[in-house]
Structure formats: structure tokens, C-alpha cells
């Protein structure tokens, strides 16, 4: 078969990019803008330019689907963002002649990239979750900001949506005091056009779980522990080692396990996780429903 990887940008496209061309596979690599660096692997054989899918949600899709169709054989489509996956997840049912895509039921998605629905599957099947609350009104807000103890995180309940057809990314931010949080608040939730989360402060060491799932069971798995991040305070992590076997790998892939389960997920997911320094317990931080 032949494949067609996207967000050649990024380091992760470029490993699928090596992994699948070292195989024999036929890869068409395509990117926002030429320099992306899996566009240059010697394994690309073919390469291709589409707009942002922030910038034109529309016609991201049309060439991706042009591609595919250039392509022939319904090639099988990889996305390593959630802007590129939720953007073909979004128009699976034009997309399904020209390509092969794998995705979970329309529920499990909705729940996978929204962290409010993420914690409450979560809660339901015993999973620990880091305190969460899920203010919705400015005056909710305040009286929230009292009782908080600072540092805390607020977040969007989604990392990319689409407002007015332009896609908005959205991170988590700390916050040091209750006036902080209401402008954070107010600033978010005009951005995303929903309520944020706010979330305690949890210290400790940051553990993910990588699966490739069919119908909710696991085909293959592996648990690193993050070392390093681009930046001191989270974000995009720069150096992982692989997790020994041990009470926290059981821990980890248990919890791990029922939400895969419990979503029915099909295909690649990771579930991150926090390692409370001062309980040792994991506390679930969120799902990517997507390579990783």
C-alpha cells in the first residue's frame, strides 16, 4: 500500500515518515510550507503543500483528498496533529472512497479530544483524576478564585477548535492569584468560545502510555517517562526514556487500559498521566487520540 503522512513539520511525522519508507512503503509527505523537515527524508518519495488547516479548514481537506486521489489505492492517511486529524475526522464520510482512514465511533473522538469529557469517562471507570472544576459563569469564577491555592492551571477544554472557520490553538497557562484567573478566564473563553478548565497544581513526573488499539484492546503498548520539556514549565517534551516494569508500569497501563477500553478506541492513542510527587499516585492529565 502506499501512505500519505502529514504535519511534516514535526519530528514525529519524520519518524513515520523513516519508519515507513525503511519498510518498503510507498510515502507521499505533505506539510504546511516547504521547509518541513519530513518533506527531505530520502524515504519521501513524493511531496505536497496544503494550506493551514486553521487557516482553511476546507481546503486542507481538498488536498489531502487530492493527493489521495493522484495517489490511487486508497492510500492510508497518517495525522500527528489534532488540527490535521480532527480536520479529516470531521469529513470522513466525503474522504472514505479516496483514502483509508482510521478512526474510533464519532462518541469516543468527541470524548478523547475534549478534557471535561476525558475527566468524567475517567471518573466512571475509577481512574484518578487531578482536581478539576469547570466554572461557567463569571461569578462562579470569583467565588472559585478564593478558595483556590495558588499556583494553579488554567486550560481549554480543547487544544485546537474552530471559531468563525479559523482554528485556535489553546495551552494551559499557571496563574498566581484570583485576578489573574478572571482575566485568564474571560481571555480564554472569548478565544475558544467555551468555559476553560481550572485545575489544581500537581508536582511530580510526568508518565505517558502509547497504544495502538482495536476495538479498545491493545496490539502494542509502551510507557516512558518524560526527562526533559522545550520549555521549564510543560509543553512539548524533548527527552523520554522508556518505563521499567514495576507497581507504577501496572498502575499506569491499568488505567490506561480501561480508558482505551472503555472508548472502543481504534488506532493510536496515549494516555498522560501526572505522578503526584507526595502520594505517588497517578493522576490522568489527558488523552491524545492520535500519533503521538
Sequence with gaps: MTAIILDGQLKSALSAVRSLGAAGIFVSTGAERASGMA??????KARFIY??????QAGFVRAVRAEAIRLGEKPVVY??????YLSLYGARESLKNDMTLVFPDSKSVEIAFDKAATYSIARVSNVPTITTHMPVTTEEVERLGVTLRYPTVIKPRKSVSWQEEKGVFGSAEFVHTKEELGAAYARLREVCGEPPLVQERITGEEYGVEIIAHEGKPLALVVHRRIRSLSPIGGASVLKEIAPRGALFDMLT????????????EGPIMVEFKVDSDTRTPKLMEINGRFW
Design 39 to 44: 518533506l527531505h527524508s530520502k524515504h519521501a
Design 51 to 56: 494550506p493551514s488547516p486553521y487557516v482553511d
Design 79 to 84: 495525522a500527528f496533529s489534532d488540527a490535521t
Design 254 to 265: 491499568t488505567y490506561a487500559r480501561k480508558l482505551t477500553l472503555e472508548l472502543m478506541w
